[in-house]
């Protein structure tokens, strides 16, 4: 039985493999952001209104400066971090998260995070595998993420985003929308 479902589980992979269905791996130049001002360009209050509204966010560079900040991605959605979920190699790393995981049921389940990328070579809806980051969906594009070897990840806080900084790292492209 053993070696019949070896069989069958190489045959899968050769299918995919054949179909180009297999990842793709790419080494990348991998920077971070955060939705902080500094990071997305963006300030509080407008000069429109003498700067008392400071509750409000405004675009503070570009072609849209001075529009309302809504942040959310170039695709629509809101960015987000990556979550490993209960089933995850993270549960066995850190167990006295698992209860947490049980207890609270939207960590149950495994989220990708929020990729930045050129949409010209990776439209939005790319699944990509970044070490060190983990699985995140391209939904987003930067001013400065230009070109078929550049990657920004989304991070909730600025020092993790720092702490990321500026690395190479080989990266599996693993599903990729037809455009």
Known sequence: MGARMNLVLAGACLVLFLSGCAPRV??????AYCGCGECCEWERGSWKYLKLDFWNKYISSGPREGEPYSERTASGTYPQEPQPGLVSVDSL???WMIPVRIVFPWLLLPEDGTIAADTRYYPFGTRIYVPGYGYGVVEDRGSAIKGPRRLDLFYRDHEEAREWGRREVEVEILDQPDS
């Open 26 to 31: 790419k080494q990348m130049e991998v920077t």
């Open 93 to 95: 790393k850190h167990p």
